[in-house]
C-alpha cells in the first residue's frame, strides 16, 4: 500500500511504470507466498508435491494481475478506477490460487465443491474492491494499514475458502514427482526470498522518501528564501506557503491553510483572466492594514486527475507591488514638476491649461494667464551665487502656491519665468487684477537668504481667455507680451494685454533681429562730436555716437535701437564694437585728443568690462588717459555696488569716467559723493533753458558752482547759441559741446575740425 501510494505521485512515466511493476512484485510475492507457505503447512496424510511450472506460472500470474490492479487503480480517477483495480486483485489472487492448485500433486484424486470455490471467488473479488476502496489513495498510514489489512483478509479468504472446497481420495496409482528439497527447507527458503524482496521494496521507499523528505526541506528553504511571496492552493484552499507570502498576508502558515486564497486573502482586478498571465490585484493582510497592491502569476503544479482530487494543485507567485508603485509614482512626479520648487512643469501647465480652456468653453468661466518675471533675479545670482537663486526660486514658489486657489495653479517653465493660470476666480478682468495686485504684494516682501535680505519683486503680464486668446498657446505668447510691456513701464507692475501690444512688439522683435545682423554686417556706423573748450574753444575732445545706417530706413537715431539692443542683450556686443572702433579711430589722430564712449548701465553691471576695456586699450594702442566713459545715474542706480565696483576698477586702468545727462537722474548730490568723477556733463534739457527759464538758468548755475567746490569740471551738453556760449563762459564752465560748435560728423569730416574753424563757429 505504501508502493501504491508512491506510485501514484510519481510524475516522469518510466518512474512510475518502474513503481507500478515493484508493487505488482511485492503484492504477487505476497499472495503467492500465502498461497503456497499455507499449502506446504496443508498435510493431507499423503504424499504431495509441486510441478515447478505451474508454480512458477502461480507467482508469474500474481505478480502480473497485481501490477494491473493497482496500475488501474491509480491511472483511472475516482470510483471506476478502484472498481477495476479491485476487479483485477480479486481475479488475479483467485487465478493464481487455482493455477497453484493445479501444479499441486497428491497420492489421490482431488475433488472440488463448486459452490465452495465460487463462494471463494466472491470473496477474493469483494474483498479486493473494498481493499480498494478502504485505501483510497493509500495517502496516510491509516490508509495503507487498513487497506493492506483488507487485502490481507481477501487473499486469506479466498485461500482458505477455497481449500475447503477439496475432498482428497487416496489413489497409490497416482505417481507424485520428487521434491528438490524438503517441505521445511523448502518453506524457508520461499519465506526467506520473498520476505527479501519486500524488505528491498519497502527498503526503496524509505530511501526514496527520505530523499524526498531532503529535498522537500531543500525547496521549502528556497522557497523561503525567495524575495517573492510563493503560495500552493488546491481550488480555493491554500496549502502552503513561503516565509515571503506569510509576511506579506500576516499570518503563519497554519492559519493560511484554513483560508481561501481569493476571497478571504486576494482580489484579483481581473477576475476572469487564465492562470498563467499575470495578474494584479489587491492582498488584504490579515492583522488589518491597507490593502497591498499585489501581482500574481500561476502555474500548475499537478493536475487534479492525476491525484483523483477535483483540483489542481497550483502555485502562485505573488509579488509585492509597493515599492515599484511608488516608485513609478516618483518618476510620475519628476516628469510632471519642477525639480526645484514643486511646482507643476512646463508640459503640466499646458495640459492643465487647455483642460481648463476645455471646460471654460463650455460652463462660461474665466481663464486669466499670468506671466511672471522676477525683476531682480539674475542679480541676485549673479551677486549671491547659485544658492541665493535657488532659495529666491523655492520662496516664490510657496508664495505663488499660497496665493493661488485651486483650481488656479501656479507652474514654473524654467529660470525666473513663472506662470499663474486663474480659472474661475469671479468676473474678469477685476478678478484678474486683484489676484496680480496680491501676488506683486506678495512678491515684493524681500527673500531671507543667510539672514541677508534679498529684494525680489516681480513684473506680471496678464492675458485673458477669449478676449486675447482661445488656444493656451495664444493665451501665453500674449500674456508674455504684455509681461514685456509690464517690464518697459518700470518693473514691479502688472500690464494687461492690448491688441497694439502685439503690433509694437512685432516691430520691436523685428528691430532686434535686424539690429543682430546689422551688427555682423557693419551697417553700424560712428559720428563723432567734438568738445570744445569754453574760453578759447580749442577741440579738446569728441564724443563717439553710434547710428545705424539700414538699408531701408535709412539713418536710425540711437535713441531708437539702443533701447532695443538693451532689452535684447545686443547691446553688450553692440558696446563693445562702438569702443573697439572709436578707441581705433583716437589712435591715429594726430592730437592726442580724448575720446569719449557712452557706456549703457547693462554693460556697466557687466562684471568684465574693466577686462573688455582693458584688452581694447591693449589692442587699440590708446593710452587709457585719453578715454573717458560717460554713465549716467539711471545706470549708477541700477545695481549700486557691482556698477561703483567696475567704475573703480576701470578709473584704476586709468580711464577717466564722465557724469552723463547730470541733473536727469535723481539723488545727484549723493552720487558725486561717491565715486571721484573726472567730468559732469549737464543735460542738454537745463542749457537749452538758459534765458528762458530762471529755474533752469539757476539749476546750470548751482551745478557749476557745484562742480568748482567739488574742482570736478562740468562739460554742457546741447549748446546751440551764441547767447549759451556767453553764459556758460560767464560761470566759468570747462567746456562746451553742442550744434553750435559742431555738429556729429563721420570720422573722415574730423579733418575740418582745425582750432581755427572751431574758433571762428565760436566767434561766430
Ligand atoms: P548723449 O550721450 O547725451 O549724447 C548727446 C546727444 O545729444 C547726441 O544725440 C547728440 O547728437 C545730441 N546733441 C549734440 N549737440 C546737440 C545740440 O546742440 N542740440 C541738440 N538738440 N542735440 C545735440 P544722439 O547721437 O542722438 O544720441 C542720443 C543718446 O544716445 C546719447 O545721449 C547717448 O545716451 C546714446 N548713445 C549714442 N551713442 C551711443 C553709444 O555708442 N552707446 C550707448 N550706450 N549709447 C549711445
Ligand atoms: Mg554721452
Ligand atoms: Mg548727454
Redesign the pocket.
Known amino acids: 500500500m505504501r508502493l501504491y501510494s508512491r506510485m501514484r505521485t510519481a510524475g516522469d512515466p518510466a518512474v512510475r511504470a518502474a513503481w507500478i511493476f515493484l508493487t505488482g512484485l511485492v503484492a504477487g510475492c505476497s499472495v503467492w507466498t500465502t498461497h503456497f507457505i499455507a499449502m506446504l503447512a496443508y498435510d493431507s496424510g499423503l504424499e504431495t508435491g509441486f510441478l515447478p511450472l505451474g508454480t512458477l506460472a502461480s507467482l508469474l500470474i500474481a505478480v502480473v494481475f497485481m501490477a494491473a490492479a493497482f496500475g488501474a487503480a491509480s491511472s483511472a480517477p475516482g470510483r471506476a478506477g478502484k472498481v477495476a483495480g479491485g476487479v483485477l486483485a480479486g481475479v488475479g489472487v483467485a487465478s493464481m490460487h487455482y493455477c497453484g492448485m493445479s501444479a499441486y500433486v497428491t497420492q489421490g484424486a482431488l475433488s472440488w465443491d463448486l459452490p465452495i470455490v465460487t463462494a471463494s471467488l466472491a470473496i477474493s473479488l469483494v474483498g479486493s474492491i473494498a481493499a480498494m476502496f478502504v485505501a483510497q489513495d493509500a495517502g496516510t498510514r491509516r490508509l495503507q494499514l487498513l487497506g493492506g489489512l483488507v487485502l490481507t483478509l481477501a487473499i486469506c479468504g479466498l485461500h482458505f475458502t477455497g481449500m475447503g472446497a477439496i475432498t482428497v481420495t487416496p489413489d497409490a496409482a497416482v505417481h507424485v514427482p520428487a521434491q528438490l528439497l524438503s517441505s521445511g527447507m523448502m518453506t524457508l527458503s520461499v519465506a526467506l526470498i520473498v520476505s527479501l524482496i519486500i524488505l528491498t521494496a519497502l527498503g526503496a521507499v524509505l530511501i526514496e522518501g527520505g530523499a524526498n523528505a531532503q529535498a522537500v526541506e531543500r525547496i521549502r528553504r528556497l522557497a523561503d528564501a525567495a524575495y517573492e511571496g510563493i503560495v500552493v492552493v488546491r481550488g480555493d484552499r491554500i496549502q502552503d506557503a513561503n516565509a515571503a507570502f506569510c509576511a506579506l498576508a500576516g499570518a503563519e502558515v497554519a492559519e493560511l491553510a484554513a483560508l481561501r486564497l481569493e476571497g478571504d486573502l486576494l482580489s484579483f482586478d481581473d477576475e476572469g483572466a487564465p492562470l498563467d498571465t499575470r495578474r494584479e490585484g489587491m492582498l488584504t493582510p490579515r492583522g488589518g492594514g491597507a490593502p497591498i497592491p499585489v501581482d500574481a502569476f500561476a502555474r500548475v503544479l499537478q493536475t487534479g486527475r492525476r491525484t483523483g482530487e477535483e483540483a489542481d494543485l497550483v502555485v502562485l507567485a505573488v509579488r509585492d507591488l509597493r515599492e515599484r508603485r511608488s516608485a513609478e509614482e516618483k518618476i510620475r512626479y519628476l516628469a510632471e514638476h519642477d525639480g526645484l520648487t514643486g511646482l507643476a512643469n512646463r508640459n503640466v501647465m499646458q495640459s492643465r491649461l487647455a483642460h481648463a480652456l476645455e471646460q471654460a468653453s463650455v460652463s462660461g468661466d474665466g481663464v486669466a494667464v499670468i506671466c511672471i518675471d522676477l525683476d531682480h533675479f539674475k542679480e541676485a545670482n549673479d551677486l549671491h551665487g547659485h544658492l541665493a537663486g535657488d532659495a529666491i526660486l523655492t520662496e516664490v514658489a510657496r508664495r505663488l502656491r499660497a496665493s493661488v486657489v485651486a483650481p488656479s495653479f501656479a507652474a514654473r517653465l524654467g529660470g525666473d519665468e513663472f506662470v499663474v493660470v486663474q480659472i474661475g476666480g469671479g468676473e474678469q478682468p477685476a478678478a484678474a487684477a486683484e489676484l496680480c495686485a496680491n501676488l506683486l504684494e506678495v512678491l515684493g516682501a524681500p527673500v531671507e537668504f543667510n539672514d541677508q535680505p534679498l529684494q525680489v519683486g516681480a513684473s506680471l503680464g496678464v492675458s485673458l481667455y477669449r478676449e486675447d486668446g482661445e488656444t493656451g498657446e495664444a493665451l501665453l505668447a500674449n500674456a508674455d507680451m504684455a509681461l514685456y510691456r509690464a517690464k518697459e513701464d518700470g518693473r514691479g507692475g502688472y500690464c494687461f494685454f492690448k491688441r497694439e501690444m502685439d503690433e509694437t512688439i512685432r516691430e520691436r522683435r523685428t528691430l532686434a533681429r535686424e539690429l543682430r545682423q546689422a551688427i555682423v554686417q557693419e551697417e553700424l556706423v560712428?559720428?563723432y562730436?567734438p568738445l570744445a573748450r569754453a574760453q578759447d574753444g580749442e577741440v579738446c575732445g569728441f564724443?563717439?555716437?553710434?547710428?545705424w545706417r539700414h538699408p531701408q530706413r535709412g539713418m536710425v537715431?540711437?535713441?531708437e535701437f539702443?533701447p532695443v539692443?538693451?532689452e535684447s542683450g545686443l547691446?553688450l556686443p553692440?558696446?563693445e564694437w562702438?569702443?573697439r572702433r572709436?578707441c581705433a579711430d583716437a589712435a591715429v589722430w594726430e592730437k592726442p585728443l580724448r575720446i569719449?564712449?557712452?557706456?549703457?548701465p547693462v554693460?556697466l553691471n557687466q562684471p568684465n568690462l574693466p577686462a573688455v576695456v582693458h584688452e581694447i586699450l591693449l589692442e587699440t594702442g590708446l593710452a587709457p588717459r585719453r578715454l573717458e566713459l560717460?554713465v549716467?545715474e539711471t545706470a549708477l542706480f541700477k545695481d549700486y555696488q557691482r556698477a561703483l565696483d567696475n567704475l573703480r576698477r576701470l578709473k584704476a586702468l586709468g580711464v577717466r569716467i564722465a557724469m552723463?545727462?547730470f541733473g536727469t537722474g535723481f539723488s545727484s548730490l549723493s552720487t558725486l559723493q561717491s565715486f571721484p568723477f573726472d567730468k559732469i556733463?549737464i543735460?542738454?534739457s537745463f542749457?537749452?533753458n538758459i534765458h528762458r527759464h530762471d529755474r533752469a538758468t539757476a539749476i546750470v548755475r548751482a551745478v557749476l558752482s557745484l562742480g568748482r567746490s567739488l574742482e570736478i569740471p562740468v562739460t554742457a551738453?546741447?549748446?546751440?547759441t551764441a547767447e549759451q556760449l556767453e553764459f556758460l563762459r560767464g560761470e566759468a564752465c570747462a567746456e562746451v559741446?553742442?550744434?553750435?560748435?559742431g555738429?556729429?560728423a563721420p570720422v573722415d569730416a574730423l579733418e575740418g575740425w582745425t582750432d581755427e574753424a572751431v574758433r571762428k563757429a565760436l566767434a561766430g
Open positions: 560712428l559720428h562730436q564724443e563717439a555716437l553710434v547710428r537715431p540711437p535713441m539702443i539692443a538693451e547691446i553692440l558696446g562702438v569702443m572709436a569719449a564712449v557712452n557706456l549703457s554693460q560717460e549716467t552723463d545727462d556733463k543735460d542738454k542749457v537749452e551738453e546741447g549748446v546751440e559741446q553742442g550744434y553750435a560748435i555738429r556729429p
